[in-house]
């Protein structure tokens, strides 16, 4: 079950997920007919659900979720945009990275001084032990690709990624 998953993601990043809540408002349309007003106030048909709804902290905004129902990571996307937080929903991402990748492929973005920014990352994180400089490491790489090869790169790249994963390559080396 799809929200169940999301749910328990979410709930596994503690305190590093932000302060907000998920949470499942059923619908009983017998009986007592409970949350049925919920359902008429936001415009929730009994006959879509499940339907995703991002509520604003501190304002009166809704969010309604468009994507497919079912797709766990677009889902997350979702909330990891209006939420503002960051949940690693691509292996091998890391978050201060992922910020200056935004930046680097903004139109009219300053790309030397990002990359040496990121450059700068970098080394700092030499030291450590951990997979977060090989990692970061990546996106340097890649902007350096998207120089040589221009705008579409990430998007060919991706293509050609995909294509692989999908064929004949051995599982141990999809990993």
């Not at 909330?79 to 492929?105: M, N, S």
């Not at 350096?144 to 705008?151: C, P």
């Amino acid at each position: 079950d799809t929200f169940k998953a999301l749910a328990k993601q979410i709930g596994d990043l503690g305190e590093a997920g932000g302060d907000f809540l998920v949470a499942w408002v059923g619908l009983q349309e017998y009986g007592d007919e409970l949350n049925k007003d919920l359902h008429e106030e936001y415009g929730i048909d009994s006959q879509k659900l499940p339907v995703y709804k991002f509520f604003k902290k501190d304002t009166q905004e809704v969010i309604d979720y468009k994507g497919a129902k079912t797709a766990k990571k677009k889902i997350l996307s979702f909330i990891e945009e209006h939420a503002g937080i960051y949940i690693t929903v691509r292996p091998g991402c890391v978050p201060k990275f992922d910020e200056l990748a935004k930046q680097y492929v903004a139109e009219g973005a300053d790309r030397p001084a990002i990359k040496a920014k990121a450059e700068e990352m970098v080394a700092a994180y030499k030291s450590s032990d951990d997979k977060e400089p090989q990692a970061a490491a990546q996106y340097i790489k890649i902007m350096d690709k998207i120089e040589a090869k221009g705008e579409n790169y990430p998007k060919e790249e991706t293509g050609r990624i995909e294509k692989l994963l999908g064929g004949s390559l051995s599982d141990a080396k999809k990993d």
